[in-house]
């Protein structure tokens, strides 16, 4: 499968972003999918999960409550709904997609997208 990322930009702490994530080339309603970041000098992070029919989400806690991870099967297409945005949400933001449920380690995950630029300024 083939994930593009888009969505990012320059926002304002406080203000909001919704990324997407189109997939192509698979069966993904078949998928897991989640989202990463990473910012400059550090490793990529988790930051939210989906199971593939949509029932269940995990988040890391800097994000819980703020953001929201939705897949809609019919489009292909996962997103996340970023609110409430802080400077400590600067990040390069990736999408990935697996095939099996358990794990949510940057290396449990076999496909990615290229990564959709967040800046959130003070």
């Known amino acids: 499968v083939q994930l593009q990322a888009s969505g990012g930009g320059l926002v304002q702490a406080g203000g909001s972003l919704k990324l997407s994530c189109a997939a192509s080339?698979?069966?993904?309603?078949?998928?897991?999918m989640g989202w990463f970041r990473q910012a400059p000098g550090k490793e990529r992070e988790f930051v939210a999960f989906i199971r593939r029919n949509g029932t269940i989400k995990y988040y890391i806690d800097a994000v819980k409550g703020r953001f929201t991870i939705s897949k809609d099967n019919a489009k292909s297409t996962v997103y996340l709904q970023m609110n409430n945005l802080k400077p400590d949400d600067t990040a390069v933001y990736y999408c990935?997609?697996?095939?099996?449920?358990?794990?949510?380690?940057?290396?449990?995950?076999?496909?990615w997208g290229q990564g959709t630029q967040v800046t959130v300024s003070s």
């Open positions: 080339g698979g069966a993904f309603r078949l998928y897991y």
């Open positions: 990935a997609a697996k095939k099996v449920p358990t794990g949510l380690a940057t290396l449990d995950y076999a496909y």
